[in-house]
């Protein structure tokens, strides 16, 4: 399917594409809130500030798709992949990115406020900036992640590893700890501070030990 039959089509008031095939398609600033586009193949797709307000996009192929100041807001993206994705400067306030691949992805300054991303793997991605205030990254994956100058107040990181993510001026004020303790100390982790290393050795043990009891359940 073409872009200008995917918007001819919602136009006239479909909105269920589900399993459509859009490899490469582009829109800029095109309204495609509600639309349904779940198991879809969007593969290299640019949809720079698109509107997919509450857009369902469960299951879809979005590998290297360009979603720049794209609006995600309360959007279905669970189990979507979104591997080296470019989502920067997005808006996922409330969306749905449970388990989720965003391995390698761009997120920088995106607004995932309140966000629903536990169990995602963002291996490697890159946050620098994003607001996660009150997101929910329970088992989350973030190895090699940059987080640096996330807003991670009253997250939740319960059984995250940790290994290798940079979160230098992280503002982890109210967020509970992969330890499932609440960090109420120094607002930020500063950089080479010998107490945050201390810090991220404890919960990368709790990390292993919740990893192994959950893989027991």
């Not at 900036?129 to 100058?149: H, P, R, S, T, Y």
């Not at 967020?175 to 120094?186: L, R, S, T, W």
Request: with cysteine; glycine share 8%; charged share 20%.
């Amino acid at each position: 399917m073409k872009s200008e039959e995917l918007v001819q089509q919602y136009a006239a008031g479909t909105r269920d594409f589900s399993k459509a095939t859009l490899v490469k398609i582009k829109l800029h600033q095109t309204n495609l809130s509600g639309v349904a586009l779940c198991r879809a193949c969007l593969c290299e797709a640019e949809l720079l500030a698109v509107n997919l307000y509450k857009a369902d996009l469960s299951g879809a192929d979005l590998w290297k798709a360009n979603l720049t100041k794209a609006d995600l807001i309360e959007a279905n993206l669970a189990r979507a992949d979104l591997t080296e994705a470019n989502l920067s400067e997005a808006m996922l306030i409330g969306a749905n990115l449970y388990e989720t691949t965003l391995a390698g992805g761009k997120l920088l300054w995106a607004n995932m406020t309140g966000a629903n991303l536990s169990r995602a793997m963002l291996m490697g991605a890159n946050l620098v900036g994003a607001n996660l205030a009150g997101a929910n990254l329970f088992g989350a994956i973030l190895l090699e992640a940059n987080l640096a100058g996330v807003n991670l107040s009253r997250a939740n990181l319960t059984g995250v590893d940790l290994t290798g993510v940079n979160l230098m001026e992280v503002n982890l004020k109210g967020a509970i700890m992969p330890d499932g303790k609440i960090y109420y100390e120094n607002k930020y982790f500063p950089k080479n501070n010998k107490e945050t290393e201390k810090q991220l050795s404890t919960h990368k043990i709790s990390h292993r030990k919740f990893m192994l009891e959950r893989s027991l359940v």
